[in-house]
């Protein structure tokens, strides 16, 4: 790949933009977004103007959350109606054949099945565990499954995940900071042990985190989700995906497709 060339990817269950935006930060570029819920849409077409919503265009790259309740720690307690929609991202993946894949969700023991249906479709993969009191001070551990059709590739990028340090890459990170726990979407029953509250104290108790601290603990700029409904703003954010912690992941595969040299 020359230097020059620039790296795109298409967006599979795009949300509130979190993983797009973070890895436009690193230099990449959005072709088309895959969402059906209509608040993100809303969002993603006031950010991502010139961008195809729910249609397929050309891609290096191929990435997505996909929902996470069917695997989620209160999924697994309350229980889920949402269906597992990992076989989607396979199936759009075995479709386009990018020559890298980057997948977020929650840790799970499925992740191993996952990994080994990329295998299956000719991709070495490689499983960052990620936690994004690294960057903005909320703990969210995520895991990030890294694919690429290339074997080398796939090896450079673990040799540079396992060795780069999170601080020598990130400018802002947030060493020794104490993490508030990991965002959640607003429970429908108000006060429960799964929100995100503050306490002010004995005179004004409890409250909920502001949308302004919302979106800052996810790394998206403030006022990012401005214009939606109260609820939507909460489970939006709730159910994104912390930015700089894309924009890390988002270097490491420039670095890797466009074979820039790292340290001795």
């Given at each position: 790949?020359k ?19 973070g ?5 990449l570029?959005?072709t088309f977004?895959?969402?059906?819920d209509k608040?993100?849409?809303t969002?993603?077409n006031r ?12 891609c ?7 929902p ?8 697994i307690?309350?229980g ?21 894949v ?19 479709l ?15 001070g ?15 590739h796939?090896?450079r ?6 060795r ?6 990130n ?7 104490k993490?508030?726990r990991?965002?959640t979407?607003r ?10 509250f ?10 909920s ?7 800052s603990l996810?790394?998206w ?8 409904p109260?609820?939507a ?9 912390t ?6 992941l988002g ?7 466009k074979?820039i040299?790292?340290?001795?």
């Amino acid at each position: 790949m020359k230097i020059e060339e620039e790296i795109t990817f298409g967006s599979l269950f795009s949300g509130g933009g979190g993983l797009d935006m973070g890895l436009e930060r690193a230099g990449l570029k959005c072709t088309f977004q895959v969402e059906n819920d209509k608040h993100c849409i809303t969002l993603l077409n006031r950010h991502w103007p010139d961008v195809p919503k729910n249609e397929i265009r050309p891609c290096m790259g191929l990435v997505g959350g996909d929902p996470c309740p069917i695997r989620s720690k209160l999924g697994i307690l309350t229980g889920s109606s949402f269906p597992d929609m990992s076989g989607y991202f396979l199936a759009m993946a075995g479709r386009i054949k990018p020559r890298w894949v980057l997948r977020e969700n929650v840790p799970s023991p499925d992740v191993r099945d996952f990994t080994a249906a990329l295998a299956a479709l000719g991709y070495g993969v490689v499983v960052i565990k990620m936690d994004s009191k690294a960057f903005t001070g909320q703990m969210r551990r995520r895991d990030f499954v890294v694919g690429f059709r290339n074997k080398q590739h796939t090896k450079r990028f673990e040799a540079l995940a396992r060795r780069k340090s999170i601080q020598e890459d990130n400018p802002q990170y947030c060493q020794g900071r104490k993490a508030v726990r990991c965002l959640t979407k607003r429970g429908r029953g108000g006060l429960n042990i799964f929100a995100n509250f503050v306490y002010e104290g004995s005179d004004r108790g409890l409250r909920s985190l502001s949308h302004t601290e919302r979106e800052s603990l996810q790394g998206w700029p403030i006022g990012w989700t401005d214009g939606l409904p109260h609820s939507a703003r909460e489970r939006i954010t709730g159910n994104g995906v912390t930015a700089p912690v894309a924009t890390y992941l988002g270097r490491l595969i420039i670095k890797v497709l466009k074979n820039i040299v790292v340290g001795p």
